[in-house]
T-cell receptor
Framework: GDSVTQMEGPVTLSEEAFLTINCTYT??????LFWYVQYPGEGLQLLLK?????DKGSNKGFEATYRKETTSFHLEKGSVQVSDSAVYFC?????????????FGAGTRLAVHP | NAGVMQNPRHLVRRRGQEARLRCSPM?????VYWYRQLPEEGLKFMVY????????ESGMPKERFSAEFPKEGPSILRIQQVVRGDSAAYFC???????????????FGDGTRLSIL
């Protein structure tokens, strides 16, 4: 079945450092890809998405490009802030019967220090 | 414009008791999904419902777990005779009706943290 693999955390960075969180996927079709962020004690918030190959999703300085040739959707940010500390989940939508069932990676915890 | 509302936020039960988790989708959303998050893990799909119908329950344990989404009122995830291994965060998500659901992102609630003593 479809699956998502993320780099293991925690990732610890200093403020203003460059961030990359790797995500690769396996899927039989052409799923949409998502990054969700989870702050402590809260639910998941959609950070960005891409629905087809070569699409770039972006939001709040974060970017990810849907790479079909490498089956990847790596998350990047040029300059992280302490407030970016959270757990980041990569997900794909497994399309079945006209609805999308999200398949999540295990999550990557990011800690940003001043 | 309220988001997905889940209650309670925290629920403590003793082994053998029943747990009932509630989810009210966003206004205008009639697709509801339940996910379970075990400690230090990602979310795992449990069940997908539309009003009065269970569409996909392939992620639900075969015993003790059930879900419903009645015509009126919230969606309910029920766990009977809870065991320690049921301790987890349970998240509900919703998406719009009939708008190419495959392209619509799911909006998540803040979850119910279930602890079994």
């Amino acid at each position: 079945g479809d699956s998502v693999t993320q780099m293991e955390g925690p990732v610890t960075l200093s403020e203003e450092a460059f961030l990359t969180i790797n995500c690769t996927y396996t899927a039989t079709g052409y799923p949409s890809l998502f990054w969700y962020v989870q702050y402590p004690g809260e639910g998941l918030q959609l950070l960005l998405k891409a629905t087809k190959a070569d699409d770039k999703g972006s939001n709040k300085g974060f970017e990810a490009t849907y790479r079909k040739e490498t089956t990847s959707f790596h998350l990047e940010k040029g300059s992280v802030q302490v407030s970016d500390s959270a757990v980041y989940f990569c997900a794909l939508s497994e399309i079945s019967g006209g609805y999308n069932k999200l398949i999540f990676g295990a999550g990557t915890r990011l800690a940003v220090h001043p | 414009n309220a988001g997905v509302m889940q209650n309670p936020r925290h629920l403590v039960r003793r082994r053998g008791q029943e747990a009932r988790l509630r989810c009210s989708p966003m206004k205008g959303h009639s697709h509801v999904y339940w996910y379970r998050q075990l400690p230090e893990e990602g979310l795992k799909f449990m069940v997908y419902l539309q009003k009065e119908n269970i569409i996909d329950e392939s992620g639900m344990p075969k015993e003790r777990f059930s879900a419903e989404f009645p015509k009126e009122g919230p969606s309910i995830l029920r766990i009977q005779q809870v065991v320690r291994g049921d301790s987890a965060a349970y998240f509900c998500a919703s998406s719009p009706r009939g708008q190419g659901a495959t392209q619509q992102p799911q909006h998540f609630g803040d979850g119910t943290r279930l602890s079994i003593l």
